[in-house]
């Protein structure tokens, strides 16, 4: 286990018990909307768990000198979080849309109407 002010394992443990709160969160619910939070909560739990992964103790900075060991992170992690976030975002906005049209076309934000009603028509 590391030691010093973050403790890596201590976060990637809350990492891993919010996106499985996520998920069940994500079946656990009826209504379109939470789903999409729920999805958002998930895709925020990876990102952070893949942000904590980059961080380790003692490690020297990739480029600069003039920063103290121990105080970076690995910067891949980040450059690839931040695409993350971007293609979240992304699907957040479709998502968002999805449930405009259906909210529009249905009446209904409710999962359970919205399958009635589709397997009528």
Known sequence: MNTGILNTDLIELICILVFFLGFY?????????????????MEMAV?????????????VAPIGTDLVPGQVADPLPQ????TTIV???????????MLITLVRKHKSANWDILRKKSSES
Do not use: E, P
């Open 47 to 59: 990102i952070m768990f893949f942000l904590s992964i980059g961080y380790n103790i003692g490690i």
């Open 79 to 82: 450059a690839l979080m931040i």
């Open 87 to 97: 293609i979240g975002l992304a699907v957040t906005a479709v998502n968002i849309t």
């Open 25 to 41: 969160g994500l079946i656990a619910t009826t209504n379109v909307i939470k789903s999409i939070v729920f999805l958002w909560v």
